[in-house]
């Protein structure tokens, strides 16, 4: 009997211990937290405006870019399983460009995530990678702070093309018999790449009017 | 703290307990992130901080951890540590954290951290507990970067490719010229192992040799021997 009073006191008393230290170290953390919460978004937010201005000049739109968001279901087109944002750019009013989140499944290592800037007249103003898991050294030249030619990076060779141009059927890397390059060794990540822009520039050209004129904040398709 | 005891935590941190060529521990980053010598030894500067705090918070808490809950007291200790670094990292040098970010939560899983806790920290004052975890982490880092440099030659023959992620006005260097066609293997997984295990063989041919002509010096054995028996920790 007195033996298990002993156990049971031990075990209080530790756990009592074990509870204390959480507590102070989750205090720690949560103490971290508020204290870093306003540098880390407002890094967010200055790293998210630097890839968007990669992609779209900063000077050809005027509009709150980030506001003028409308928000998607999942869309196989762009490859968006779990639903994603197309932004729009305007300047004095006018339709000038969408940005569009897009992802490619069938990267070397998982998903990639892309984001496009389509303007107007169907033609792509740029393309980054917003998030991948290719190789290190490997198949990361896809992201251009990666890629070890930086005169002409990768994935710059999709700037400037209007979907007219490049005939869907050999929208592809060269390898597959289409037209855009990719590096040897490495042809999976471009080949996912390459396709997932293609995909979505055409999305973004048949559904320009609809993604333009639809209110500010909803959702497309219609949720039923 | 005396000399004797500082040289003791330098030399077993870089060379005779060295935590990646003797210990053996924490070989999943090592692995993972030494395909090129900028990423090896950036992971390797964030695992020296996170081992000097850990080592630290450790010393000066151990009178407090009750023996039979050390090591979640330790895992715990580890994890908030890290976590504040990341958030530290990532909210005043964000530079640094988007080439360092993804490799930061991956120090918690790195066994070496935990081991020199408890081997260490957790019986040792908090002066030469932080210097052991700075050393042990520099012995880290010097074999960090020779693999990291080994694969990355081999592989894309390239040196210091991404150091303009840190130091922006520094370029990679192009050892083996533009056509190098690039040795694959090296940067893949198994490039890792074949690399790193010849990395061991000329660890322990270096040792046997000079253990080896101490041999032949039969005095010298003699003398070096107090330095021998300070307690072989891992």
């Not at chain 1, 279901?73 to 569009?100: C, D, F, K």
């Not at chain 1, 609809?210 to 039923?224: H, I, K, M, V, Y």
């Amino acid at each position: 009997m007195n033996a298990r009073y002993t156990a049971a006191r031990t075990s209080l008393r530790t756990a009592a211990i074990m509870l204390v230290f959480s507590l102070l170290f989750t205090a720690a953390m949560a103490f971290t937290y508020t204290l870093t919460r306003p540098a880390i978004e407002a890094s967010e937010l200055a790293e998210k405006m630097r890839l968007i201005n990669e992609v779209l000049p900063a000077g050809s739109y005027d509009n709150d870019l980030l506001g003028d968001v409308l928000h998607l279901g999942p869309t196989p087109e762009l490859g968006l399983s779990r639903g994603g944002a197309v932004y729009r750019a305007r300047r004095n009013g006018e339709a000038v460009a969408l940005l569009i989140e897009a992802e490619a499944a069938d990267g070397y290592a998982g998903r990639i995530q892309l984001v496009l800037a389509v303007d107007t007249d169907g033609r792509v103003s740029g393309v980054r990678v917003t998030a991948h898991k290719e190789t290190p050294g490997l198949g990361d030249y896809i992201d251009p702070q990666k890629d070890r030619n930086k005169e002409r990076p990768w994935i710059g060779q999709f700037a400037g093309i209007t979907h007219d141009q490049v005939d869907p059927a050999v929208w592809k890397v060269k390898r597959d018999g289409g037209v855009f390059d990719a590096r040897a060794g490495a042809t999976i990540s471009a080949r996912a790449v390459t396709n997932a822009t293609g995909r979505a520039l055409r999305w973004a050209v048949a559904h320009r009017d609809a993604l333009f004129a639809a209110e500010t904040g909803s959702t497309l398709p219609p949720q039923e | 703290m005396d000399m004797q005891k500082f040289r003791d935590n330098a030399w077993n941190g870089l060379w005779k307990q060295n935590p990646g060529l003797v210990q053996l521990l924490g070989l999943c980053p090592i692995l993972a992130i030494s395909t090129s010598m900028v990423n090896a030894v950036s992971l390797g500067l964030a695992t020296i901080l996170v081992m000097a705090v850990a080592n630290l918070a450790v010393a000066s808490l151990r009178n407090f951890i009750p023996y039979e809950i050390r090591i979640p007291v330790f895992i715990l200790i580890i994890a908030a540590l890290v976590t504040m670094v990341d958030l530290a990292f990532n909210a005043y040098f964000h530079s640094l954290y988007l080439v360092l970010g993804i490799f930061i939560p991956l120090i918690v899983t790195n066994c070496i951290v935990l081991a020199r806790v408890e081997a260490y920290a957790a019986k040792n004052d908090p002066l030469s507990s932080t210097l052991d975890g700075v050393m042990m982490g520099i012995g880290l880092v010097w074999v960090l970067a020779v693999l990291g440099g080994l694969r990355e030659l081999l592989g894309s023959g390239t040196l210091f490719a991404g150091i303009d992620m840190i130091i922006p006005s520094l370029s990679a260097v192009q050892v083996f010229g533009d056509d190098y066609p690039g040795f694959l293997i090296a940067i893949l997984p198994p490039g890792a192992f074949f690399v790193f295990g010849l990395m061991i063989a000329a660890f322990n041919w270096l040792n046997q040799r000079s253990a080896a002509r101490q041999r032949a010096q039969p005095q010298a054995v003699a003398q070096d021997k107090p330095g021998e028996e300070q307690p072989a920790v891992a």
